[in-house]
């Protein structure tokens, strides 16, 4: 090989490392650094929505929505939810929970689940449990304007010992649509 072509070589090499590094960085960025939700799946057809959450009380939830080792029964534990339209257009926001556990729906559908808007104490939106949480309209949002949330998760205090060594894995489906006007 001559020296020209080796030397291009090993500016390919050296670029291609590069980039390598560069892409792993990036990605430890975007993926662990964030403060970001990931427990979300966003649906904001074109709207805006964007999503963000803190854990209120409680254990560290290691940046993961609900992440709870040992649950017992009667313990609650409530999340901060922030929808935030960073568009221009109005938006009505709905919210579905799905199981995505691979244990089954033992847990899931024991779960009680309540939203509250403004504050812990705040107007109750829904108060039942997880499963029945189908397609809530949780709030019209107009253009550049954000609301809080706080969501409660518990298990019911006369929950036996079928639950022990159960794991519950869900997702919120949040969608942004079109405001429905009042009839």
Do not use: W
Not at 50 to 66: P, T, V, W
Not at 144 to 152: A, K, L
């Amino acid at each position: 090989m001559s020296r020209k072509k080796q030397g291009k070589a090993i500016k390919i090499l050296r670029f291609g490392f590069f980039a390598l590094i560069l892409g792993l960085v990036l990605s430890v960025a975007f993926n662990y650094l964030s403060n970001k939700t990931y427990a979300f799946e966003v649906n904001d057809n074109g709207y805006g929505l964007e999503i963000s959450s803190e854990r209120i009380e409680g254990q560290n939830n290691n940046g993961k929505l609900f992440n709870i080792d040992n649950m017992a029964p009667g313990e609650e534990y409530t999340e901060a939810v922030t929808l935030e339209n960073v568009g221009s257009e109005s938006f009505q926001s709905m919210i579905t929970a799905v199981n995505t556990s691979t244990q089954g729906d033992l847990l899931f559908d024991s779960l009680n689940f309540t939203i509250r808007k403004g504050s812990p104490k705040g107007a109750v939106l829904f108060n039942g449990k997880l499963k029945d949480l189908k397609n809530i309209v949780v709030c019209s949002l107009n253009g550049s304007n954000q609301i809080r949330y706080y969501m409660t998760l518990s298990l019911p205090a006369e929950s036996g010992n079928e639950y022990q060594s159960q794991h519950a894995s869900f997702k919120f489906i949040i969608t942004a649509d079109a405001v429905t006007p009042a009839q």
